[in-house]
């Protein structure tokens, strides 16, 4: 009978331990990282979008209308104002589903007459569009107003729900067919994900009060949501708004006695509180009139208000400067002449950064947003709540 010799079972034990410990140091990582690639199974069968640039993954840049700066950087990105995926993207790939595409690729090659068109929807369509908004036309033109993203008048957040009820006909989800997609609906997500955020920074040093325009984005934001529970959705999340005070846009258009002791915009942030709060209210409400729903919040505020007070837990570093900027100032960000301009350029490492053009932020905050939302209880009620609904009928 042969022995191993001591040395041997010294460099088994070594190699043993290291296996082990880079295994355990992997899984650790993936957990920190929030890894979140196919976590919750195939609960969905599909998702659909709707929302502004902090969602759209391609209609605004397809349609060819934003300002030059922003056609760059969504062009470079496939589609997106950030430089990579948004929270939709991830939580598609936490259901082991592809991003939802967007509307405009789907109904080009629908009224090119393709066949089989709509068959690449199966998975999923995203209705939002960069930079729309809750303000009508009117405003634009009678108040004189230029819009951050748009060259010119924006779309509104009434634009995504005609396009979904396109969507409807071309499905032949009308009259008598209409039970196919209320069948099909039951089984997806419908994502609403920020409405507002475009509204909010063109009224700023304008006459227009906040509080009339909180009242409005939240309208629109409702008659989002009542369009799907009337198409057959029954489960939705309803995304609120970040502090869009603690911005560098924000931030760079304030006067220093209206920052607060972190450096925001204290009207701005004002707003959004009160948007958020009343959003939530009318959730629950939405809720309340639809027993077989399951209507979630999700917290933007409380998710990135978080991340940003403990950044490092997060894999992040800088909270407060734009990553892709002119390169000058506390900000790295200039109104004028913003990511995509000339004259600016990106940090090397845009993954230890939160924002990333100071209007939208970067990749891997949306990530981690997205990780709290779906795994971190950063949703009113939880994901879990809804998944154990889903799973349940």
């Known amino acids: 009978m042969q022995t191993m010799s001591s040395s041997s079972l010294t460099l088994s034990f070594i190699t ?47 349609m060819t209308s934003l300002k030059g700066s922003f056609g760059a950087n969504c062009q470079r990105s496939g589609g997106r104002l950030s430089n990579g995926k948004l929270a939709v993207d991830y939580v598609s790939a936490s259901f082991s589903l592809p991003s939802p595409q967007p509307w405009l690729n789907i109904s080009k090659n629908s009224y090119s007459a393709t066949p089989g068109a709509l068959s690449t929807a199966t998975s999923g369509v995203n209705f939002a569009i960069a930079g729309s908004s809750s303000l009508q036309h009117k405003y634009f033109t009678n108040q004189d107003l230029s819009h951050v993203i748009w060259k010119g008048i924006p779309m509104t957040i009434q634009t995504q729900v005609h396009w979904f009820r396109n969507f409807l006909r071309e ?95 204290v009207p701005v942030n004002s707003a959004i509180k009160l948007h958020n709060q009343i959003l939530k209210s009318k959730v629950g409400e939405l809720q309340r009139r639809c027993h077989e729903c399951s209507i979630l919040y999700a917290d933007f505020w409380k998710a990135y208000e978080t991340i940003v007070m403990t950044p490092a837990k997060y894999h992040l570093e800088e909270t407060k400067k734009a990553c892709c900027g002119t390169g000058k100032g506390d900000l790295n960000f200039d109104p004028k002449m913003v990511c995509g301009s000339p004259t600016t350029s990106a940090c090397t490492d845009p993954a230890k950064y939160v924002s990333w053009d100071g209007i939208h932020i970067t990749e891997a905050m949306q990530r981690q947003v997205a990780d709290l939302y779906l795994n971190q209880g950063f949703c009113e009620p939880s994901f879990d709540t809804m998944i154990k609904h889903k799973s349940s009928i």
């Open 171 to 265: 499905k032949n989800c009308m009259g008598k067919h209409a039970h196919r997609c209320i069948e099909e609906f039951k089984n997806a997500l419908f994502w609403v994900g920020p409405i507002g955020i475009s509204d909010y920074y063109n009224v700023q040093g304008t006459s227009i009060a906040q509080k009339w325009l909180t009242q409005l984005s939240i309208q629109q934001f409702t008659k989002v949501i009542e369009a799907l529970i009337n198409a057959g959705a029954k489960y939705i999340v309803a995304e609120g708004l970040p502090p869009l005070g603690c911005f560098p846009l924000s931030v760079s258009q304030s006067e220093g006695h209206k920052l607060d002791q972190n450096g925001c915009a």
């Open 16 to 62: 043993s331990f290291l296996f082990f410990f880079s295994t355990y140091a992997r899984v650790v990582y993936a957990q920190e990282s929030g890894s979140l690639q196919g976590k919750h199974g195939s609960t969905f069968s599909a998702v659909y979008a709707f929302g502004g640039s902090y969602t759209d993954t391609g209609n605004a840049c397809t």
